[in-house]
Every structure is written in structure tokens, then in C-alpha cells.
């Protein structure tokens, strides 16, 4: 048990610290619409992560097809990390006070949205895909106890670091002005865009 324990701390600090267009959105999200917004946001993360988890378990021949056709999937990521990237860039108007801190006004829609956002990102993030397909077959001669304790124990440290990024965004948020916020926007925009186009040219 305390193998399986030690295997998913390891398998949870290599996602967390993992760096990639999400991490980067995970941040912008908490910048742009507060602290309920990134969690909404990693809320979707998160679920698309459990459900990735579960299918790489109990299906791990869905996943070779869908390892299979990891450049279709590329494709689809790569397209929508562009337009994204486009929006933050160039359309994206985030509305703060004199003080730097936003005029946040959410409903129950625009919190959906956002957790929707951060889902699909995730669960059309080809490099998700591989990871998860990989480490479940690597694992695949442990126990069932201890695979559900490695992967409990990942997705928990996984999601801990992405609230830990939520905090401490909001953090800083407060003490950033409407210009400089509107450059993180455009500069999460660029590096949405170049994910997008470095995913294209290494298929």
C-alpha cells in the first residue's frame, strides 16, 4: 500500500508541475474571472481527468484506437488551442475597477461555460491522452486496490495544484492594474497560439 502510495505522489508532482498550454489558462482563467472562475475552470479539468483515468483502466483497447488516431485528435486540439488563443489575443475585454480588481457579475451560464472550457481543453489535450494511456499500462499489473490508490492520490495532488494556482492568481490579481491584466490576456493568447502550432508541425 505505501508502494502505491508513493507511486501516486510521484505520478500527481509530475502532473502538477507538467507544463503546458493548460497551466497557463488555469492562471489566465483565475486572472479574468476570480476565484470562483479558475476553480469552475478546474472543475472541468479534473472531471475530464477522472473520466480519462477511468477509461484507460477498464478500456485500455478504446484508448490504443484513440492512441491510434492521436493525430486526428491533434488536429482538433491544435485548431481549437488557435482560436482560443485568437480570442484572448485580439476580442477578449476583461472589465475591472480603478483598483485593478475585476467587476465580476457570473451567473450559473457563464460558470457552466467556463467549466466546459476547461473540460474540453483537457479531454482533447493529446498529450493528456498519452499520459494517462501510458501510466495505466504501466500500472496494469498492480492490484486494483492499488491502482485506485495510485490514481486517487494523482488526481487529488493534480487538482491541489491547480487550486494552490487559483489562489495564488487571485492573489495577484489584486494587485495588478487593467493594463497589465489585459496583457496577460494577450500574452495567454500567444502561447495558446504557438501550443496550437507547435502541436501541428510535430505531427
Not at 494511456?133 to 492490484?143: A, E, R, V, Y
Amino acid at each position: 500500500m505505501v508502494n502505491a502510495l508513493l507511486k501516486g505522489i510521484t505520478l500527481g508532482l509530475l502532473l502538477a508541475i507538467s507544463v503546458g498550454p493548460i497551466v497557463f489558462t488555469v492562471i489566465k482563467q483565475s486572472l479574468n474571472n476570480g476565484t470562483k472562475g479558475g476553480l469552475a475552470f478546474i472543475a472541468g479539468i479534473s472531471l475530464s481527468d477522472i473520466i480519462l483515468v477511468i477509461l484507460a483502466n477498464l478500456f485500455t483497447n478504446l484508448f490504443t484506437t484513440l492512441n491510434e488516431h492521436k493525430q486526428v485528435l491533434a488536429t482538433i486540439a491544435s485548431i481549437f488551442l488557435i482560436l482560443v488563443g485568437v480570442y484572448y489575443l485580439f476580442f477578449k475585454k476583461v472589465k475591472v475597477t480603478a483598483e485593478g480588481a475585476q467587476s465580476l457579475t457570473f451567473n450559473t451560464g457563464d460558470y457552466l461555460k467556463i467549466f466546459t472550457m476547461g473540460f474540453i481543453m483537457n479531454v482533447f489535450n493529446p498529450g493528456i491522452i498519452i499520459f494517462w494511456l501510458t501510466t495505466s499500462t504501466t500500472f496494469i499489473g498492480n492490484t486494483l486496490e492499488h491502482r485506485i490508490i495510485i490514481f486517487t492520490t494523482a488526481l487529488f495532488l493534480a487538482l491541489a495544484a491547480d487550486v494552490l494556482k487559483v489562489l495564488l492568481a487571485n492573489n495577484l490579481r489584486k494587485r495588478l492594474t487593467p493594463k497589465n491584466i489585459h496583457r496577460i490576456n494577450q500574452l495567454n493568447g500567444i502561447i495558446l497560439i504557438g501550443f496550437g502550432v507547435v502541436i501541428i508541425f510535430l505531427q
